[in-house]
């Protein structure tokens, strides 16, 4: 029973912790945020960050390696033949992950983001897609199907950065639903 109450203690602290550095990542870049900013904002101790973090940048990587972790758990959940009968289902949880993460997300993406989440990101879905396309479609050219997943990842990310942008007024299954009308009606040069 402690050792729940301590999770629970620790999860909210952290996400607390997480919705102050995004706050502040609004006004100024991350190199100009200082644990004392964030103590105070979050108003706890600093003695408490270092419970948690070692500094200002350990937190962002860490924050950044949880939604990498969510994001690669929700790709990994479906087969390869899942996704090619209906590729939305991926996108809905993606849209979702999305949704719940806005306030960081919008930071990590945007125009002073974080070159290396987005990097990290794109190698992820990189290995998914590649691998999953690789089993579904025999494709006659290595050259389109690396091509053709640079310009669906590039599309994916630029989607939710529109979505994000204009205020999130479509839910993640219009989304989804659009997403996969894109995906399916592109990948018919794969098998040309």
């Known amino acids: 029973m402690a050792e729940k109450t ?4 620790v999860r ?6 997480r919705s102050c550095l995004a706050k502040l990542l609004k006004e100024k870049k991350i190199q ?6 964030i103590s105070e904002l979050a108003d706890l101790n600093r003695g408490t960050f270092y419970l948690h973090y070692r500094d200002v940048f350990d937190l962002l990587d860490q924050i ?24 939305s289902l991926v996108f809905q949880e993606v849209y979702t992950l999305v ?6 997300l919008e930071i990590l993406m945007g125009d002073n983001g974080d070159l290396k989440f987005i990097t990290r990101l794109k ?13 579904l479609f025999s494709c006659k050219s290595a050259q389109y199907s ?6 669906m990842i590039s599309g994916c990310i630029g989607l939710a ?26 990948i018919k040069i794969l098998g040309e």
Request: glycine share 2%.
């Open 64 to 87: 950044e390696t949880e939604l990498l972790d969510d994001l690669n758990e929700t790709l990994l959940k479906y087969s390869p033949e899942e996704l090619k009968e209906k590729p």
């Open 123 to 135: 190698e992820i879905v990189k290995k998914k897609c590649l691998d999953d396309w690789m089993t």
């Open 6 to 9: 301590l999770d629970r203690r």
């Open 161 to 186: 950065e529109y979505w994000m942008q204009t205020g999130m007024k479509e839910s993640p299954a219009e989304l989804a639903e659009l997403s996969e009308k894109i995906l399916l009606d592109g």
């Open 99 to 104: 949704l719940e993460n806005q306030d960081i």
């Open 12 to 17: 909210k602290t952290r996400a607390l912790y």
């Open 32 to 37: 100009e945020i200082s644990v004392r900013e």
């Open 146 to 151: 690396e091509a053709y997943y640079y310009y």
